[in-house]
């Protein structure tokens, strides 16, 4: 990298902890914490409802926010943007909201097993409530999505078909203007999980052809409890509202009530408008900053260097495809004999945050044929000297716990 881009990330001044979980959770920049404290103190008020300075300052800073993240996905409008806890949340609105009012008994769910759980469960409550069937695309071997499985799956009887933009197990970027093609041939809304694709790679909904685009701040640098949901506005304009009470009304009587435009339609109550401005100067730090030309180039390059070092220790088995350039800075790996659990423990001890468990991705342990893996995912602040702690450490872990 040409920039020590480390510098602006306040956790990592002198401190020598690796920070693999990337996937999980971004760390933030100086730029994103100092968004959120001018927010803090100099206009912090509700959005919308005052017509004070400050209020009237929140809102725009709200609303600013909501135009960046439009540009950053390629929206067409700043309204199809709604704001949301996170792409959790996302998701379940689009099931709530579209999915229970659309689909019927009979109908077809479309997704992949390599689903993360948020994009299963909601559509397991739909199916259980309308009578639809969900039905899987299995990948290949290293993840890969094929056009005869596509095409065999995605028939006239699927009314959503739904994917994850990238893996967070296996780190494969998913054909999702393919799918979303054979997705709008047969009539089906496409709904795209972009939790692991926004902090990594350039996204625009409109080329992607993404009905509805979920994503979260927290995974690219920006705060918790925030996120987005992208939407087609004829689309939005056609659901009942996910939540109900303050802020999404236009009128409200004893027996009924009319509801806000599109978005506040679908944003009730006291809004996180200072998670927002956060999540805004990550962006912005992001695209202005960073650039994804240097984010892909670093991680493609870490990823190299790590998926080389482990192929060196016999006892590791990497899951997922052979080529960095399919991993999204991804690395998912068991170590023969060794629970993940004690891997992550032990590498813990030598400072290294990596991530074990099911990842909240059940169907696709099972279909991987193990109980749970460790993953070291990265990113761009990360070096080639944590890579290389990495994986001397992990080819000590078996000796470590006794063998």
Known sequence: MSKDFRKDFPIFEGNNTIYFDNAATTQRPRQVIEAMKNFNDTCNANPLRGLYAWSVQATDA???????????????KDCEVIFT?????????VAYSYGLSHLHEG???????????SNILPWQMVCARTGAKLVYMEPEKDGTLTDAEIESKITDRAKIVTVGHVSNVLGIT????????????HGAVFVVDGAQSTPHIPVNVQEIGADFYAFSGHKLLGPMGIGGLYGRKELLEDMPPFLTGGEMIEYVTRESATF???????????????GAVGMEAAMNYIRDEVGFDTIEKQELALTTRMLDGLSKIPEVTVYGSRDPAKHCGIV??????CHPHDVASVLDTEHICVRAGHHCAQPLMKWLGVGA????SLYFYNTEE???????????VRTWLGY
Do not use: C, Q, W
């Open 386 to 396: 944590e890579v290389d702690r990495f994986v001397a450490a992990v080819g000590k």
């Open 174 to 185: 998913n054909p999702v203007k393919k799918i979303g093609e054979a997705a709008h041939r």
């Open 260 to 274: 806000a435009e599109v978005p506040e339609k679908f944003e009730a109550g006291t809004v996180n408008a200072m």
């Open 332 to 337: 998912t790996f068991n170590i023969e004999g």
């Open 85 to 93: 806890r996170n792409t959790t949340e996302s998701l379940n609105l």
């Open 107 to 117: 109908d077809e769910i479309v997704l992949t097993v390599m689903e993360h759980h």
């Open 373 to 376: 893996t460790a993953r070291a």
């Open 62 to 76: 709200y609303e600013n926010a909501r135009h960046t993240a439009a540009e950053f996905i390629g929206a067409d």
